[in-house]
């Protein structure tokens, strides 16, 4: 795993913006695993700051997002197809073709996990896969115990994942119980991974990403086996690293 230690979320941002980039001047015709809530939006600023000062274009990206909440409509301002419109497709030159998020609606949600599994065969896997980490070591949405050989599935969130999301939500019984997510599996066939982890509340779960052994209890784990991680975490999140076991 290559580590990059950013002095703060602004850097972080800023080089994980230049990883994304890289990788779509090389390869114009992309795809790019996309993830939701606080980590990727200083990220996804610098990338629409790149779009309309630097000509970066997306014309022929495609995107694959990693996980939605089960019962939130498309346009409800909490899904995360709300969430990517509004802090990023609306405002760079990627077709709304191109872009997929599981749909959290669908009539028939197992049906909606494995064509969302195919679709991962059929256009992907990314080339680039961006992830935030959750405080439990979540990755996408599959909570500690998720098997390291998942694909999409259903998933129950974890009362303390319900409680750290409701900050987006007018009140805690609003945050929907289950998501689909794209399964640990899923996730270890992107290409390139690129994982950021910003502020004290994560310092937790990335001192146990390395320094502990890799274990189904802290999902984040599975990416030691991978070939091709960069970690990307900022002086705040890495400040636990190397200090012994929490207390
Ligand atoms: C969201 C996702 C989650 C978040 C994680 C961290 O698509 O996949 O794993 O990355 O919950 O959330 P934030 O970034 O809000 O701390």
């Known amino acids: 795993m290559n580590i990059i230690i950013t002095k703060d ?13 890289q990788q779509v001047s090389e390869k114009p015709d992309s795809v790019l695993g996309l993830a939701t809530g606080s980590s990727p939006l200083g990220t996804y600023k610098e990338l629409i700051k790149g779009y309309n000062n630097r000509g970066v274009n997306y014309e022929d990206v495609k995107t694959l997002n990693l996980d939605e909440y089960i019962g939130l409509d498309k346009n409800d301002s909490q899904s995360y197809h709300f969430f990517m419109r509004q802090h990023l497709f609306d405002h760079i030159n990627i077709n709304s073709d191109h872009t997929f998020i599981p749909n ?34 979540h990755i996408g949405f599959n909570e500690p115990g998720t098997p390291f050989d998942s694909e999409t599935h259903i998933i129950h969130l974890e009362e303390s994942t319900r409680q750290a999301n409701a900050r987006f939500f007018d009140s805690l019984e609003d945050v929907p119980k289950q998501a689909v997510t794209m399964g640990i599996q899923s996730i270890l066939k992107s290409r390139k991974i690129v994982v950021i982890a910003s502020g004290e509340r994560k310092a937790d779960a990335i001192r146990r990403l390395l320094e502990d052994q890799p274990s189904e209890d802290m999902p984040a784990s599975a990416l030691i086996h991978h ?21």
């Open 104 to 137: 959290g609606k669908a009539a028939d949600l197992e049906k909606e996990c494995q064509d969302y599994e195919q679709l991962i065969e059929d256009i992907g896997p990314p080339d680039l896969q961006l992830l935030g980490v959750g405080q439990n070591g």
């Open 9 to 21: 979320n602004q850097e972080l941002s800023e080089k994980a913006c230049e990883l994304i980039e």
């Open 227 to 247: 070939k091709h991680v960069t970690l990307i975490v900022d002086e705040e999140a890495y400040k636990k690293v190397g200090h012994g076991e929490e207390t």
